[in-house]
């Protein structure tokens, strides 16, 4: 189910925010997003309750955002693309990704936005790592980033520092792509690939991300090990495929 509340001016972003059980994360993050008032665009929140079994859908009608209620769990590559998706169809120039858990402050965003044009990427990844200004995220995690930059630097020649983030701006060329097809598994680090191989050019600019606001990360030290082992495989298979 699909429900709208946006209005015009300069230009719209649709901030995509993938939600799984972020029931508590949601009012403050939506409360951010409000309060950012730039002379240039407007910031147009999208939830996507991924079947959350906590009160997110309900939290996210009662903030009067553009809610996509989704029937089944998707995980986050589903729940992102079905954003997009929405944001393509609705005709904005341009979508952020946003994790509903409240580590990506949106008021990050400018930085992204300046970057893109700057620079006229088709998308831009917002990395804690280029002045490791923030949290940082756990050793174990950071080794793992590390090893999936040099994996992604290999197979393409870019130099991506923060593949796993979840905080990036696309515009009208990369969500045409994205409706097409977006990984589901591992989306973000394969979705560089897939990128690449559709000529999109992909930049990073310098971000401050924080810790998760509220609630449980579902990512143990054992699930981080499997993540960045089955990601590498994931990673090398979509170069390979035609």
């Avoid at 006229?120 to 923030?134: M, P, T």
């Avoid at 097809?181 to 559709?198: C, G, R, S, T, V």
């Avoid at 998760?212 to 090398?236: E, M, P, T």
Wanted: proline content about 5%.
């Amino acid at each position: 189910m699909i429900s709208t509340n946006a209005t015009n001016t300069h230009f719209r972003i649709a901030v995509v925010i993938p939600a799984f059980n972020e029931d508590e994360n949601l009012p403050s993050l939506i409360a951010e997003l409000r309060q950012i008032n730039h002379p240039d665009f407007q910031l147009i929140p999208v939830v996507v309750n991924d079947c959350s079994k906590d009160e997110t859908a309900l939290v996210a009608r009662n903030l009067k955002v553009d809610l996509i209620d989704l029937p089944v769990n998707l995980g986050i590559g589903g729940a992102v693309q079905s954003g997009m998706i929405y944001a393509y169809e609705s005709g904005f120039q341009y979508a952020m990704q946003l994790d509903g858990d409240g580590q990506h402050p949106p008021s990050e965003i400018h930085k992204l936005v300046a970057a893109m044009k700057k620079s006229d990427f088709s998308v831009v990844i917002g990395s804690r790592f280029i002045e490791s200004d923030g949290f940082q995220s756990s050793s174990l995690r950071r080794a793992g980033i590390h090893y999936l930059k040099w994996v992604i630097k290999i197979l393409t020649g870019l130099q991506i520092t923060d593949a796993t983030s979840g905080l990036r701006l696309y515009n009208r060329s990369a969500l045409a792509a994205i409706a097409a097809y977006y990984p589901d598994e591992y989306p973000e680090p394969e979705a560089i690939i897939y990128f690449h191989k559709k000529k999109l050019s992909i930049g990073e600019t310098p971000v401050i991300m924080r810790h998760r606001q509220a609630g449980k990360s579902s990512i143990s030290f054992i699930n981080s090990i499997y993540y960045f082992w089955k990601v590498s495989l994931a990673i090398i298979y979509a170069y390979l495929k035609v």
